[in-house]
Every structure is written in C-alpha cells, then in structure tokens.
C-alpha cells in the first residue's frame, strides 16, 4: 500500500503521540507532548524532555525506509534551533506496532556516537579537560 501525503502525515502524528505517552508513563512525568511544526525553524517532534537540566530534541519517525543520515541531520538542525544538549532520532520498527505500550518501547532510537559519549559523561563536555593536557 502506498502512503499518501495525508496518511504519512497521519502516521508521523500517531508516532509523535505515542513516544509522547510511553515517554510521560517511563518517565512518570506529563511534561512531554508533541510541538507544532514550525518549517526550517522546528525544533524536534516532543517537548518538555530534559536530561540533567538540559533540553534533548526527539525527532519522530514513523518511515518505511530508515534514511538514517538524513533523520540524524535532521535532529541535529533541530538540536541547533533548540539550543538543546542533544537530538534523537526515534524510529518505528518494521513489523512491530506502537498502539501498546509494550510495542512503543521496542521502537528504535538513534544516535550518534558523540551523542552516546555525551549521554555517558553526564552532558559534560568530551574528551580531557585541557587545563590538564599539559601535565
């Protein structure tokens, strides 16, 4: 079955809605909702997600076709006009459905390295610290 631009929007929306709510249910939070496009400015699909203060730009995708290239450079124009810590991409699985909880959290979330890296040490700053270097 081929999608349309108005069942792709609408898949994109239910992807959005359902990372939103397995979001707020794990987190024990209800902070997380979905943003409002806003064209070359958007600032990822959820708001209201932080990671040690710091805000983290998600980006929903909900694609047959996992362009991961292009879906991380994407979060990452995003993680840039949020001024966000660090940008996911959230992705739907292939064969597993998001209408349960359980489905939801067997979706995919990509990353780059130095986004894991930076996750790792606590959103501080990577590599030596160069007052040290020197020693």
């Known amino acids: 079955m081929t999608r349309t631009l108005r069942?792709?929007?609408?898949?994109?929306?239910?992807?959005?809605?359902?990372?939103?709510?397995?979001?707020n249910w794990a987190l024990n939070t209800d902070t997380i909702e979905r943003r409002r496009p806003n064209g070359v400015n958007d600032r990822g699909d959820l708001s209201?997600?932080?990671y040690q203060?710091?805000?983290?730009?998600?980006e929903c995708k909900n694609t047959s076709k996992m362009n991961v290239s292009?879906?991380?450079?994407e979060a990452e124009?995003?993680?840039g006009n949020d001024d966000a810590l660090f940008g996911v991409v959230?992705?739907?699985?292939?064969?597993?459905?998001i209408t349960t909880r359980?489905?939801?959290g067997r979706q995919l979330v990509m990353m780059?390295?130095?986004?894991?890296?930076?996750?790792?040490?606590?959103?501080?700053?990577?590599?030596?610290?160069?007052?040290r270097e020197a020693e």
């Open 7 to 23: 069942t792709a929007r609408q898949a994109g929306a239910l992807m959005e809605t359902k990372t939103a709510e397995y979001l």
């Open 48 to 50: 209201g997600i932080r």
């Open 53 to 58: 203060g710091h805000r983290v730009v998600v």
């Open 70 to 73: 292009k879906h991380l450079n």
């Open 77 to 79: 124009t995003e993680r």
């Open 90 to 97: 959230v992705q739907k699985r292939p064969g597993i459905g």
């Open 102 to 104: 359980e489905g939801q």
């Open 112 to 131: 780059t390295l130095a986004t894991f890296a930076l996750i790792l040490n606590d959103g501080l700053p990577l590599g030596p610290d160069p007052s």
